[in-house]
Nanobody, 130 residues
Framework: QVELMESGGGLVQAGGSLRLSCTVSRLTTANFASYAMAWFRQVPGKEREGISCVRWPGRPTDRPDSVKGRFTIVRDNANNAVYLQMDSLKPEDTATYYC????????????????????WGQGTQVTVSS
């Protein structure tokens, strides 16, 4: 079973930066490049929100307006990893952040639909203080 492990969350002041990491392990027949990778976030009582998706090869999808210009997804095939660089953090960015993997995914028009992803990490908490 493919495993995703997020790390890098924590408490940060508004205006600060964090870099989240997601490493993928226990790949069996498919290699990491076969997966579209995405970051999502969720706050209690709300739906999981897609932040960005990146396939190989390909460019990351557009991000929602709430994070555009501040968050960047980066893929690292050599290390079976995907990162989320978060700058200029705001209190409203406080959430649990999840990475997800979609085997054979293309980061198409519905990349933000959670049902597209077969594998999820356990999440990492990000708290931004004002």
């Amino acid at each position: 079973q493919v495993e995703l492990m997020e790390s890098g969350g924590g408490l940060v002041q508004a205006g600060g930066s964090l870099r989240l990491s997601c490493t993928v392990s226990r790949l069996t027949t498919a290699n990491f490049a076969s997966y579209a990778m995405a970051w999502f976030r969720q706050v209690p009582g709300k739906e999981r929100e897609g932040i960005s998706c990146v396939r190989w090869p390909g460019r990351p999808t557009d991000r929602p307006d709430s994070v555009k210009g501040r968050f960047t997804i980066v893929r690292d095939n050599a290390n079976n990893a995907v990162y989320l660089q978060m700058d200029s953090l705001k209190p409203e960015d406080t959430a649990t952040y999840y990475c997800a993997a979609n085997f054979g995914g293309l980061c198409g028009a519905l990349w933000y639909a959670t049902y597209q992803y077969q594998h999820w990490g356990q999440g990492t908490q990000v708290t931004v203080s004002s």
